[in-house]
């Protein structure tokens, strides 16, 4: 219940975040850039999804940045390299090395237990041990049969794949090895892999830039630069899932037939599905090629086309034009979600001490403001409303700021305006929907929920859908992000890893074999870095070792923590990290977008962060106080 | 004693945490230069009302009045400059930090905005010399023994210049000698005119050293005993206020196959002690002690959380080995931890998640976890241990602790075990509670269980057991059948004692 409620909380944040970017600029939202922001936003939630599974251990991973600029720079070359030899040998080599290393781990457990634990031979842990003998040896056949048959290229290239993969899988079994076996903490020890690999990576490179040149753009690049299909054939799927679910969660699964609830939110489903099925799916019945309906309200105006077939042209593009209005209701909508919420928190006793955490920020305000107005001073420029409102307003202000000190007071004056304001209002939706969600009153429900509706609907308004590529890396998120969803939520696994995040003690307590799951996190969490590596290198096509993932941990932990999940451990989900990550990638685009000088998009994206956890904190903490009194 | 004004008024102070009533209108008088005991059982109250006494806690209701003065005791610091310094159960000291540091900490003296290290040895020199302690300031707190920092506790309390000193059971992990010397230390600061409230178990102590005794029972004062009348027996009758008997439920039904036999076994915490003893299938056995005498460390060593380090143990006649807890709970071994909340329970998870977490893997297919099983599961053992919880997706942070307690249990029931071992299993449960997890403890014998628990509350060892075994610094001192059990036999065998007089039993007015 409690993370639903999070995760509805980022999601509004995140259709906040879209529909101020879209506002400020159009651009935003031309199918380009949302082809960019999609594929990127799919290659860091990978990488979140393992920092996810690490952090619901109570554990973190610094090392991802580092590895992803290793494990790159690997497989490039192992894929330069060994093109040379015949493909079958390439495979048979990888398949050897892993089935060898089987055996010698079985080898090796035998030998521990007879020797040292002096048990009899094969009377401990029988099953594991036979398994890994089997796989062993047929691994070893496999490798035989590749190295005497012929194969085509794509075997060097899944080869160069497969040992991304074996690299990170192992570097995360070392992490986890020295975290339970050497007892040392996960920071230090990935720290450590951050500076290792890095510094590994430019040896082994000789700091050369490494790329594949155009020679594999239309083979293994296509992993992270396809383009299968466009938002509408998504979309179709999505509708088609949604109303699937819809039926099963309301006619089929046992529980709609006991809670009348779970019946009618299934239907809610069913009729979303239908709708997003029928409206994307007329796309192809229009054909790809039609000039009218670039965007998802005229293709429901085609739609009315089909239904009553002598509609004018003009009647068509209405719903079009009456979608592009929407931001008017949710302006009010939202404004009168801010009131109640104000309203409701300030009427009480604790105001004070919601002035008394955001007063400090205030000034804080003032005194960058004070620090601009002197430098001003200092440049000859004195204030007034016309240059404050061109910093607001234009982007080509940017420009003029060279006569200014520094040549970036426009700037600043933008970001200060723009951010301080988005940030503030960041961290009040953020717990607006988190708070929103839980509490009583159909009033602010009902406003919540038009909120969020007319977002989309203006979202949807201004994009063109059938022009918007989906890129490959985007399917690989749903199915990384499905397999890792149904691991932590369905299995004893996934139990365990909350169990182990909660209270590791208890844990152990209770019988959890707590250092094996330790271990299996970070082999999850370096496998997903690994995997992201893999898409991260084909997709710029050129990795420089020294830079290549640099902070990429870091946005992967940010995405995490604005997903939901907690430092401290035992909480995390998978849907909040994409949506998280998608967050980090649309915070990156805006200040471009806004036209802010990309130099300061890092500085951008901390302030937006820190003043929006400062709100979503002091609201959290100042409700928390009320329910406190109200309960007693 | 001075009897003109109480230099401490506490007046019908209450308390109440979510589920519990901790105090209920406790009032407490203390005159200048009185040591005042209070004594208690477990969970009656007293370390709540002493954290209110010190600033830790505020109360619901209630005043507290210094020198006839009402005062609002907010803070560690408000009590400070009340002239109240309280000696925890625990030891807060600073193990980084040398003896003399931690003396002055959080009021060093400096001079220059430096720290003036050299008054802080000298003044600490002279304290460290009244508490007897024969140390040198510069010494690292993490160098010293229990007892050691347990009684440089007491001189930070001294060195504040209290009025009023409060201490919670000080003597737990105090050998005689330097109990004897603590005693020695209360009556000097008597003589100089500071009062004292003392907290204790140990009813010999209280005896010894109390001008005047207050007991608390469930949260209310529940009489008190001047000089005069201090004794164990009016003691006892008044903490416990009800027959014995009545309380605890325990039926004889012990069997002749050997559930777990322990031979020359050593702990890693005691490798140069060896522990052997058996408990019969259906029997409960009880294990005594002071703290520290290393019992939990004896049962965590047979649930394989710290594996043995020579011995053998011997399960249902087939010799074992427990090198994590994985294999003991293969081999029918449960363990309810003594810190519920830091081991037993995982508080922010539901009591569904609790109360499945141990037997997952039995209730899961191809590693997918069954709801439907584990509801069933949780909905079964939540009704046969009459945990009280609305529903069995609540927080188990949100239960009482008597109600966690049996969601730990519960935990350990649904894997069937043959040897259930209980550390300290009613500490910190409310009366109610205690009694059904008594009544629990009986059924799980009857049914051939064998229950190994370790207790510090003497009553409750006396009630439950059929038999018990006394630790002593790592080592078995003695074994009690039941018809020499008596508190005295047990307290003689705690303490390092030999039972050279078997006609102990007569005291105490123990079943």
Not at chain 1, 152 to 165: D, E, F, I, K
Not at chain 2, 154 to 164: C, F, L, N, Q, V
């Amino acid at each position: 219940m409690k993370s639903s409620n999070k995760i509805l909380g980022i999601l509004l944040l995140l259709i906040y975040v879209c529909v101020a970017t879209a506002l400020l600029n159009d651009a935003f939202i031309k199918p380009y850039n949302l082809q960019n922001l999609l594929r990127s936003s799919s290659m860091f939630a990978i990488i979140g999804i393992g920092a996810v599974l690490v952090i619901v251990t109570g554990g973190i991973d610094l090392s991802t940045g580092s590895l992803i600029g290793l494990v790159g720079c690997t497989m490039i070359m192992t894929l330069k390299s060994w093109s040379q030899y015949p493909p079958g040998d390439n495979g048979a080599w990888l398949v050897q090395l892993i089935g060898v290393e089987l055996l010698l781990v079985a080898a090796g457990w035998v030998l521990w237990d007879t020797l040292v634990k002096r048990r009899k031979l094969l009377t401990h842990a029988r099953r594991p041990k036979t398994g890994l003998l089997v796989a062993g040896v047929l691994l070893l056949v496999v490798a035989f049969w590749l190295r005497s048959t012929e194969h085509g290229n794509w075997m060097t290239m899944a080869v160069s794949v497969g040992v991304a993969l074996w690299l990170s899988a192992h570097l995360g079994l070392l992490h986890g090895l020295m975290i339970t076996k050497l007892g040392l903490q996960p920071f230090v020890v990935t720290l450590c892999g951050l500076m290792i690999y890095r510094g590994l990576s430019r040896y082994l490179t000789g700091d050369q830039t490494q790329g594949l040149g155009t020679e594999y753009n239309d083979s293994l690049r296509l992993l992270a630069i396809g383009k299968p299909c466009t938002a509408t054939a998504v979309m179709l799927a999505v509708g088609i899932v949604l109303l699937l679910v819809g039926m099963w969660k309301s006619f089929v699964s046992k529980r709609s037939r006991r809670d009348a609830t779970a019946r009618s939110n299934g239907l809610v489903l069913l009729v979303l599905g239908a709708v997003t099925a029928v409206v994307a799916s007329s796309r192809y019945w229009d054909g790809w090629t039609v000039e009218f309906g670039n965007t998802f309200a005229q293709v429901a105006g085609l739609e009315l086309k089909f239904f009553t077939l002598d509609l004018p042209e003009r009647a068509i593009a209405r719903p079009a034009h009456l979608m592009s209005f929407a931001w008017i209701p949710l302006i009010v909508c939202f404004g009168g979600l801010a009131f109640l919420t104000a309203r409701r928190t300030l009427g009480q006793a604790d105001r004070r001490l919601l002035i008394g955490r955001l007063l400090p920020l205030l000034v804080v305000a003032g005194g960058l403001a004070a620090l601009l107005a002197v430098m001003n001073w200092i440049g000859g420029e004195t204030i007034t409303l016309a240059n404050m409102k061109s910093a607001f307003v234009s982007a080509e202000a940017a420009g003029s700021g060279d006569r200014f000190l520094l040549g970036m007071n426009v700037v600043l004056w933008k970001m200060l305006g723009v951010f301080f304001n988005m940030g503030v209002v960041m961290g009040g939706v953020l717990w607006l929907g988190k708070s929103w969600t839980r509490s009583a009153g159909n009033l602010p429900r009902a406003l919540w929920i038009f909120t969020l509706f007319f977002a989309v609907l203006w979202l949807l308004s201004k994009t063109a859908i059938h022009e918007t590529v989906v890129q490959t890396p985007f399917f690989f998120l749903v199915v990384i992000g499905a397999l890792a969803g149904i691991f932590l939520n369905t299995t004893v696994f996934g139990r365990y890893f909350f169990a182990l995040g909660n209270n590791e003690e208890a844990a152990r307590y209770s019988g959890i074999n707590t250092d094996n799951m330790t271990i299996l996190a970070y082999v999850l969490c370096a496998l997903c870095g690994g995997f992201g590596a893999v898409l991260f290198t084909l997709d710029s096509n050129n990795v420089e070792p020294s830079g290549h993932g640099s902070f990429y941990e870091l946005y992967a932990i940010a995405a995490a923590v604005l997903g939901g999940s907690s430092l401290r451990g035992g909480e995390g989900s998978i849907l909040g990290v994409i949506i998280g990550a998608s967050i980090m990638r649309v915070l990156y685009n805006a200040p471009d977008m806004i036209g802010i000088a990309s130099q300061l998009e890092m500085f951008t994206i901390g302030i937006v962060l820190l003043i929006g956890i400062i709100v979503d904190e002091t609201a959290r903490r100042t409700a928390a106080k009320r329910d406190r009194k109200t309960a007693l | 004693m001075n009897n003109d004004q109480p230099i401490l008024h506490v007046k019908e102070i209450s308390k109440r945490f979510p589920g519990v009533v901790a105090l209920d209108r406790v009032s407490l008088e203390l005159g200048q230069s009185e040591i005042l005991a209070v004594i208690g059982e477990n969970g009656a109250g007293k370390s709540t009302l002493m954290k209110i006494l010190a600033g830790n806690q505020l109360p619901d209701d209630g005043e507290i009045l210094v020198d006839g003065v009402p005062q609002t005791i907010d803070s560690v610091q408000a009590a400070r400059a009340n002239g109240i310094a309280l000696i925890h159960q625990e030891l807060n000291l600073c193990q980084n930090l040398d003896v003399g540091a931690n003396i002055f900490l959080g009021r060093e003296p400096t001079r220059g905005g430096m720290i003036d290290r050299q008054r802080i040895r000298v003044q600490s020199e002279t304290i460290l010399q009244q508490v007897g302690l024969d140390l040198s300031p510069d010494e690292l707190v993490g160098h010293l023994t229990i007892g050691q920092q347990q009684m440089v506790e007491i001189a930070k309390a001294i060195s504040t210049e209290a009025r009023i000193v409060i201490m919670d059971e000080p003597t737990s992990s105090l050998s005689q000698r330097e109990a004897n010397k603590l005693f020695d230390i209360i009556r000097q600061l008597k003589s100089r005119g500071v009062s004292v409230i003392y907290i204790s178990h140990r009813l010999g102590e209280v005896e010894l050293i109390a001008d005047r005794v207050e007991v608390l029972r469930d949260g209310r004062n529940a009489g008190q005993l001047p000089r005069h009348e201090i004794n164990h027996q009016a003691m006892v009758e008044r903490m416990v206020g009800r027959e014995i008997d009545s309380y605890y439920s325990r039926t004889d039904c012990a069997r002749d196959d050997a559930a777990i036999e322990v031979r020359r076994l050593r702990t890693f915490a005691n490798p140069h002690h060896e522990v052997s003893f058996r408990v019969q299938a259906g029997e409960i056995v009880g294990i005594a002690g002071l703290v520290g005498a290393g019992r939990t460390e004896l049962l965590m060593t047979l649930f394989g959380i710290t594996p043995a380090t020579e011995g053998s143990i011997v399960i249902g006649g087939q010799q074992a080995e427990i090198p994590d807890s994985q294999t003991a709970m293969q081999l029918g071994i449960g363990l309810v931890p003594e810190d519920r909340k830091q081991q037993g329970v995982l508080l922010p998870m539901s009591v569904r998640e609790n109360t499945s977490l141990s037997t997952l893997s039995t209730l899961a297919q191809l590693g997918f976890v069954d709801r439907g099983r584990e509801y069933e599961l949780a909905t079964e053992m939540t009704r046969r241990l009459g945990t009280r919880t609305p529903h069995i997706e609540q927080p188990v942070k949100f239960l009482s602790g008597g109600n966690q307690q049996k969601v730990v249990i519960a935990k350990w029931l649904a894997r069937e075990p043959a040897i259930l071992l209980m550390d300290e299993p009613t500490r910190g449960v409310d009366v109610g509670a205690r009694q059904e997890i008594y009544k629990l403890m009986d059924d799980l014998s009857r049914a051939g269980v064998a229950i190994l628990f370790v207790s510090s509350d003497m009553e409750e060892v006396l009630g439950m057991s059929d038999r018990i075994i006394v630790m002593h610094e790592g080592t078995i001192s003695g074994e009690l059948a039941s018809e020499q059990f008596s508190e005295e036999a047990v307290m003689t065998l705690a303490t390092g004692g030999q039972l050279d007089q078997p006609t102990h039993s007569a005291g105490g007015g123990q079943p």
